[in-house]
């Protein structure tokens, strides 16, 4: 059979990353329709590129005169049928008319849900063990969970495997001896710094699970160093986030697990040491760029972080408060919870509330002041707990914003994307009968927390004033001085 794209010959899975590569080539790119799994398999063996599982199966399959008939349901009968037999091309699919109308961002994940899922029924567990055996470099990549969604054990596993590297973030609840909590502090450091390291972290395979993932930094890179695949397990949806998407496993996290790593050996690879050693020193620069600097955001945060009680509850707001909060670690016994991707830092103290009174554990409520005063409601009424605890991140605006590019501290900056502010919090802490405290310093920070924690006969509320106009450069400048690692 004549190979149809001898010029892609290298590519294990065509991508659009690798269309948009072989385009700016000038390389040919074949395509070609296909509507069933024995078709797509001689199509895929052929050297096709992509794969079209086009409407026109409603007039060539159905026996339709027009491509209007077919439904969603018959399009992802051909689409899975087609996803089942390739294991090279990349896969395209029409929607049938109708299937979205309002927002072509509907579209997105209709296709990706079905057909890239794989039963648990129907999995051929031993080619993907034979695939996770052989990869030198494999990513395990988690996104939002509630706490205790793994067994303890198979963190052991990633722990003791050399050759997989555990990304976990805050919101995660996962937290082990060797993962990586603070993705960014991987990865920003590098763009900067130390770019051919990239080489170096480009997985083999990346296997996912959990909700959404906060850090932008790992959406770049795993879309430009694309690995060869993809996994992601869920029970019901499957996301192509980083546009690689290879097969999804449609069952709950642990029974994969159980499948995939019954009986594993670990063989040599030096893909965690490599990975953890070059983390490792990124966070000392980082330490010590953090004792220098004077009091901010940043420097609030750490001390924050480092001085939090085990045992708690805690809730994030959206925004500034979710993305530093995954710069540092926290202990393992704190269960975080933030409503990311709802409705932006609409509901953030309303849903710690609400949190707090079927919570067995105190709830405490990391929050900017733009999230805090858009809803105090959240605030008003009867059933606040003395246990509950509030911290307020006051610098004076939405500061997150200056890390944009534009005309900074002109008045239409200032006015619609910084939204400054003259406000505090006292009056309002008073109005729904909380114990206040402010502070403006670290060291009055430090002294603040020692008995913001503690028992009372009503909820506490600490306000923590940091500087308005410094915070952007002082978190980019973090990040400059982990490059000198």
């Avoid at 050996?265 to 220098?292: C, M, P, T, W």
Wanted: with cysteine; hydrophobic share 40%; charged share 20%.
């Amino acid at each position: 059979m004549v190979n149809m794209s001898k010029a892609t010959n290298n590519y294990t899975r065509i991508t659009t990353n690798t269309l948009a590569e072989l385009k700016s080539k000038g390389r040919k790119i074949a395509m070609l329709t296909a509507y069933d799994y024995t078709m797509a398999g001689i199509v895929d063996k052929a050297g096709v590129d992509v794969i079209l599982v086009g409407d026109s199966a409603s007039n060539v399959m159905a026996g339709h005169e027009t491509t209007l008939p077919i439904t969603l349901d018959q399009m992802i009968y051909h689409a899975a049928s087609v996803v089942r037999g390739v294991k090279r091309a990349l896969v395209v699919v029409d929607l049938p008319f109708g299937a979205y109308q309002a927002d072509s961002k509907e579209a997105l994940p209709i296709v990706f849900q079905e057909t890239t899922k794989t039963e648990s029924s129907s999995i051929d567990f031993k080619s993907f063990k034979k695939k996770w055996k052989a990869a030198k470099k494999k990513i395990v990549l988690v996104g939002v969970n509630t706490p205790g969604v793994l067994d303890s054990k198979w963190m052991e596993y990633f722990d003791d495997d050399p050759s997989v590297i555990l990304l976990t973030e805050t919101t995660s609840n996962l937290r082990s001896k060797d993962s990586i909590n603070s993705i960014d502090s991987l990865i920003a450091p590098l763009e900067m710094g130390h770019p051919d390291f990239f080489s170096a972290l480009h997985p083999d395979i990346l296997l996912t699970f959990g909700g959404m993932v906060v850090s932008k930094k790992i959406k770049k890179f795993l879309r430009e160093f694309s690995p060869k695949e993809h996994w992601h397990v869920d029970p019901l949806r499957a996301y192509d986030t980083y546009y690689c998407l290879s097969h999804h496993f449609q069952m709950p996290v642990n029974s994969f697990f159980s499948k995939l790593l019954e009986e594993f050996r670990f063989h040599e690879s030096d893909f965690k040491s490599i990975v953890l050693d070059q983390y490792q020193k990124q966070l000392e620069q980082g330490d010590a760029y953090l004792n220098k600097i004077g009091f901010s955001d940043l420097k609030a945060f750490k001390t924050i972080f480092s001085l939090m009680p085990g045992h708690i509850q805690l809730q994030l707001a959206n925004s500034s408060t979710v993305r530093y909060s995954q710069l540092f670690d926290l202990p393992h016994e704190v269960d975080v919870f933030c409503n990311r991707g709802t409705s932006g830092i609409d509901g953030s103290t309303a849903t710690a509330v609400g949190a707090s009174l079927m919570s067995s554990k105190p709830c405490l409520l990391i929050t900017g002041d733009l999230s805090f005063f858009y809803d105090i409601n959240g605030l008003w009424n009867n059933y606040l707990l003395p246990s509950f605890r509030i911290i307020v991140i006051n610098n004076g605006g939405g500061g997150i914003f200056r890390i944009l590019p534009g005309e900074k501290d002109s008045p239409k900056y200032d006015t619609y994307f910084e939204t400054i502010h003259h406000k505090n919090v006292r009056q309002l802490a008073k109005a729904f009968g909380f114990k206040y405290k402010s502070v403006s310093n670290n060291i009055q920070l430090k002294w603040a927390l020692k008995s913001f924690y503690k028992p009372s006969n009503q909820p506490k509320i600490l306000e923590i004033k940091t500087p308005r106009k410094i915070n952007d450069e002082v978190l980019l400048n973090y990040f400059k001085a982990m490059q000198k690692s």
